[in-house]
């Protein structure tokens, strides 16, 4: 059981860190596509975050499916439903920030990722030899 939690919590700590710290990325390198509180609807930021946002989701259940011993995809997926959640609290919270098409793509695009991810982090798994 701990070793799943940790295994769980591992992966969102990927995931959570690289989002942050690409939106801080993004801000700073670009920040003629944010106004002052944060707000932008420049198409080619937001679709950026989106590209990143498919990718660090499928890192982080990637990592989650590596460090668990058994139920690997589980794993994976229980971070996706975790990511969902706080995707759509973000969305929420945050709707008047970007177009309504950011949202949706965001939300719905972190089980697909956080799938993938898992999927790979499950078949890349050496398999376990059978007890002689």
């Known amino acids: ?72 995809l589980r794993h994976a997926l229980i971070l996706g439903g975790i990511a969902c959640a706080g995707s759509l609290f973000l969305a929420i919270t945050a709707w008047s920030a970007a177009p309504s098409w950011y949202h949706i793509c965001a939300v719905g695009l972190v089980l697909p990722g956080a799938w993938a991810g898992g999927w790979i982090g499950d078949h890349a798994a050496p398999s376990t030899p059978a007890p002689t």
Not at 13 to 18: D, E
Not at 34 to 40: C, R, S
Not at 52 to 69: E, I, K, M, N, Q
């Open 1 to 72: 059981m701990l070793r799943s939690l940790i295994a769980v919590a591992t992966g969102f700590f990927v995931t959570l860190t690289l989002s942050l710290g690409a939106d801080a990325l993004l801000r700073g390198v670009w920040p003629s596509a944010f106004d002052a509180t944060g707000v932008t609807t420049d198409a080619a930021a937001l679709l950026i975050a989106l590209v990143y946002t498919l990718a660090f989701a499928s890192l982080g259940a990637y990592v989650a499916a590596r460090a668990a011993v058994h139920h690997r």
